[in-house]
Structure formats: structure tokens, C-alpha cells
């Protein structure tokens, strides 16, 4: 089945503690991305990637980091998680460097930092 | 999850009626939009979507319309049911670029 999966689906964690959200999808997509979706502010694009070893800011990338070694990962990588990332979180993968062509969304990965 | 839908304008209809669903957007450079449907729980699913040399597209009981002239999109739903109950998004992508803005939701909620 094609699909975008994330792990974990929920998280709570404390600030300060290093944590990792997996994205991976069987699509042989090229363009991936992370969104973060807020109550009152919709989904907001925090990193994004073309195609291996290369990724780029999206609206909102403060406190994050991304890393694509590999077609089919894009892990979303928060080094000193605070309370302000508290979110519910989207991986996207599109194939054909995500120009004109609906986007595949993952299941989401809730966090809580506190 | 639940709390997407929080602060969101909301769209109450009788099951059977049709809805619209409005967005505005504010780039005159978008080329391409698409529509999201967003259950309670779930990532966002693709609807339909229009690109800019077109004003009308049609899918199974949806329909886009696209009013470049005023910047709006609308996204109609016939004979909406209960399982169309969910928040819906537009999103937009510049020409130039290769990345989507998306709106911020609207909730549709169909009663029996």
C-alpha cells in the first residue's frame, strides 16, 4: 500500500530532551516535507526536500532540523525541544519535485513538550 | 486531531444539501490550488485540484471554481452526507516556487 508513515504518533516529552520524528513513504516521491499544524494558524511548512541531500527552510524553521540521506526518509529532527513546539506534525511527499501534483500526507505525529 | 478545528469558521448543513466552501488567497502569482479534506485524527487527503488556465473543475460531487480576478476559490460539495464532515483546506503554490501556503480551515459539519 502507498503511504507515508510516521513514528512515533505521540510524544510527550521536557524541554531540552533531543527527540526525533521518522518519516518514511514508498512512493519513490522526490519532494518531502514537514508541516506543523497549530489551532487559528492552519499548516505551516517547516522544512522541506527536492531530492537527497538536498533540504530547505520552510515558513517556520526555527528549533528544527532535517536530514535526507536517502529517497525514502526525512527524519524531522528537534535538538533542544521547548514548550512553543508543542504541535501536531505532518510529513508530505510528493512526487516530481512537488510541482503540480497533490502532496501525501502522513497520519501526523502529535508532540507535547513540556 | 481534535483540536484542528478549534478557532476555525464553521459550515453547519443538512445532510442532502449543498455546501460551498469558500477561500481567499492573496498571491496573484499562484498557478495551482488544491483542495484538503481533514478528518478528526488524520493527515490531510487531497480533494481536487485547478490550475490557473482553468475557472471550473469537476470530480465525483465536488466542483472547484477559481475567480483569479478577485483572488477566490471555492470548493462545492453535492448532496453533502456525514461523512464529508471534517475541515477543508485550500492550498496555493506560486509559479516561482515549489512549496505550498495552505489556509487555515474551514469545518464542515453535516448533521443527519
Known amino acids: 500500500e502507498a503511504q507515508v508513515t510516521q513514528n512515533p504518533r505521540y510524544l510527550i516529552t521536557v524541554t531540552g530532551k533531543k527527540l526525533t520524528v521518522t518519516c518514511s513513504q514508498n512512493?519513490?516521491?522526490?519532494?518531502m516535507s514537514w508541516y506543523r499544524q497549530d489551532p487559528g494558524l492552519g499548516l505551516r511548512q517547516i522544512y522541506y526536500?527536492?531530492?537527497?541531500?538536498?533540504?530547505d527552510k520552510g515558513d517556520v524553521p526555527e528549533g528544527y532540523k532535517v536530514s535526507r540521506k536517502e529517497k525514502r526518509n526525512f527524519p524531522l529532527i528537534l535538538e533542544s525541544p521547548s514548550p512553543n513546539q508543542t504541535s501536531l506534525y505532518f510529513c508530505?511527499?510528493?512526487?516530481?519535485?512537488?510541482?503540480?501534483?497533490?502532496?501525501?500526507f502522513g497520519p501526523g505525529t502529535r508532540l507535547t513538550v513540556l | 486531531g481534535e483540536s484542528v478545528g478549534l478557532h476555525l469558521p464553521t459550515l453547519s448543513v443538512q445532510e442532502g444539501d449543498n455546501s460551498i466552501i469558500n477561500c481567499a488567497y492573496s498571491?496573484?502569482?499562484?498557478?495551482?490550488f488544491i483542495w484538503y479534506k481533514q478528518e478528526s485524527g488524520k493527515g490531510p487527503q487531497f480533494i481536487i485540484d485547478?490550475?490557473?488556465?482553468?475557472d471550473k473543475r469537476q470530480g465525483q460531487r465536488v466542483t472547484v471554481l477559481l475567480n483569479k480576478t478577485v483572488k477566490h476559490l471555492s470548493l462545492q460539495i453535492a448532496a453533502t452526507q456525514p461523512g464529508d464532515s471534517a475541515v477543508y483546506f485550500c492550498?496555493?503554490?506560486?509559479?516561482?516556487?515549489?512549496?505550498?501556503?495552505f489556509g487555515k480551515g474551514t469545518m464542515l459539519l453535516v448533521s443527519p
Open positions: 508530505a511527499s510528493t512526487p516530481e519535485g512537488g510541482t503540480n501534483n497533490e502532496q501525501f
Open positions: 512512493m519513490n516521491h522526490e519532494y
Open positions: 526536500s527536492m531530492n537527497v541531500e538536498v533540504t
Open positions: 498571491n496573484s502569482a499562484s498557478d495551482y
Open positions: 485547478i490550475r490557473s488556465n482553468m
Open positions: 492550498a496555493e503554490k506560486d509559479s516561482g516556487y515549489s512549496t505550498l501556503t
